[in-house]
């Protein structure tokens, strides 16, 4: 979209500050965007949460201590010491559906974090190509009122020669305080567009700030092999209809017909997402139908024992030192997990209906998305192949004017029809940078043509 770079330039001034770049503006939003850092967080409580679930043993082992005495009663010494140490093991193979249910939660927040990266980047670069469109119209209006200016000087020169009367003096007037007015208003757009571009990328709203994303869409979108356009910008080499005689050889167009993307290998964000939150949810059914089956708790002790014996007439104390094993295994008669194994199918019912509503969704998206850009493609391509002929016509209805063969009605629907046009060709360029930012956001890419890691 070389093209699209042509039609702005033409109507920018030299910005008074360093340019940022479209890889510059979409680093700094990702880096700076607030609901990407909440994502990384739940990616690292996700992460975390599967390392927990992957232990061997969920449960703490549990340490009993107990200690008897007759020192309340008859108090002849007798003592019992008991030291027991348990452990609640899982024989039904809970750990493996636990840790498939975490291996697929966390693929299920990195895809939404990508999700988020690309969503994120592309309203970055929305923005930056709002605040060049409204620079572009603010340069417009200047244009225009420059041209009023001159209008108003030739016109008060032919009226104080008698050839135009006070009317079309007046008029001239008019038409000049109406651009300026026109500017003004220009520039305040100009200016809230910065504001709001300045706001995504962290930066003060008053920030001086100049972006050059139309271009670099354009220009990392040249002419590539579908092997390179997988690999590195994420463009295929298509051909756009013809493009009217004169202007096919342009490099500018060229570049533009070659910025369609081609589609990704690669299924898009959210719908990895919805896929590994089914396969979470369906993990989660089969855990907890395992969890049924009873663990049991297996438990390990010492225990001393001193008690008085009798021998005859003589009674001593006489000390026993054993060790314990127990097991104890629970009775699964009235809780087996139902409400929570109802709630569980639910989910993984209602995570396969969004699964395939995904589909569906991403599928319809991709298609308008190559539909709108086409359209957006053709419709900047006629515009700029007639912007020359226009401005060359609004230059001769000027001279004539001067000259004194056209009147100032002529003059000024002359330039009326030229500058609207220009602003046509101004919307149509950044309409056609959007369209290729949504198709890009469509397939799964960034706007510079890359996949988010």
């Known amino acids: 979209m070389f093209a699209v770079s042509a039609a702005l330039s033409l109507m920018l001034a030299a910005a008074p500050t360093e340019v940022w770049s479209l890889e510059r503006v979409v680093a700094e939003a990702v880096e700076r965007a607030p609901e990407v850092a909440a994502a990384r967080a739940e990616e690292s409580a996700a992460e975390g949460a599967r390392s927990a679930d992957g232990r061997w043993l969920q449960d703490n082992p549990q340490l009993d201590v107990g200690f008897a005495s007759d020192a309340l009663t008859d108090d002849q010494g007798e003592q019992r010491v008991e030291l027991m140490l348990s452990q609640t093991v899982e024989v039904a193979g809970q750990r493996g559906l636990r840790v498939a249910r975490a291996e697929a939660a966390v693929d299920a927040v990195r895809a939404r974090r990508r999700a988020v990266v690309l969503e994120a980047a592309a309203e970055a670069v929305s923005a930056a190509a709002e605040l060049e469109r409204r620079e572009a119209r603010a340069r417009l209006a200047e244009e225009a009122l420059e041209l009023a200016r001159t209008l108003e000087e030739a016109t008060a020169r032919r009226f104080a020669a008698g050839d135009v009367p006070e009317l079309d003096r007046n008029g001239a007037a008019l038409e000049r305080a109406r651009a300026e007015a026109r500017a003004a208003m220009a520039r305040a757009e100009s200016a809230g567009a910065r504001a709001a571009l300045n706001r995504r990328l962290g930066r003060p709203a008053g920030a001086p700030l100049s972006v050059s994303v139309l271009a670099e869409a354009g220009a990392e979108a040249g002419p590539v092999t579908d092997e390179k356009a997988r690999g590195d910008a994420g463009v295929a080499n298509v051909t756009s209809p013809a493009a009217p005689m004169g202007i096919q050889d342009r490099p500018q167009l060229r570049a533009t017909r070659a910025s369609l993307p081609s589609p990704l290998l690669n299924e898009r964000p959210e719908l990895q997402a919805a896929r590994a939150e089914e396969a979470a949810a369906k993990a989660e059914v089969e855990l907890l139908r395992r969890e049924?089956?009873?663990?049991?708790?297996?438990?390990?002790?010492?225990?001393?024992?001193?008690?008085?014996?009798?021998?005859?007439?003589?009674?001593?104390?006489?000390?026993?030192?054993?060790?314990?094993?127990?097991?104890?295994?629970?009775?699964?008669?009235?809780?087996?997990?139902?409400?929570?194994?109802?709630?569980?199918?639910?989910?993984?019912?209602?995570?396969?209906?969004?699964?395939?509503?995904?589909?569906?969704?991403?599928?319809?998206?991709?298609?308008?998305?190559?539909?709108?850009?086409?359209?957006?493609?053709?419709?900047?391509?006629?515009?700029?192949?007639?912007?020359?002929a226009v401005e060359r016509n609004l230059e001769l209805m000027r001279r004539a004017y001067e000259a004194g063969e056209l009147s100032l009605d002529a003059l000024l629907l002359a330039r009326d029809r030229a500058f609207a046009a220009k602003a046509e060709t101004v919307e149509a360029a950044a309409e056609l940078a959007r369209a290729r930012t949504a198709l890009l956001r469509a397939e799964g890419r960034l706007p510079t043509g890359g996949v988010p890691r």
């Open 292 to 388: 049924r089956f009873p663990d049991p708790t297996l438990g390990l002790g010492y225990e001393r024992e001193r008690r008085v014996e009798s021998h005859g007439a003589l009674t001593d104390l006489h000390t026993e030192h054993l060790l314990v094993a127990r097991l104890s295994l629970p009775l699964p008669l009235w809780e087996r997990n139902q409400r929570e194994l109802a709630e569980a199918s639910a989910r993984r019912s209602a995570r396969e209906a969004e699964r395939v509503a995904r589909e569906r969704q991403v599928d319809a998206e991709s298609t308008v998305a190559r539909s709108t850009f086409e359209a957006a493609r053709a419709a900047y391509t006629a515009l700029e192949a007639a912007r020359p």
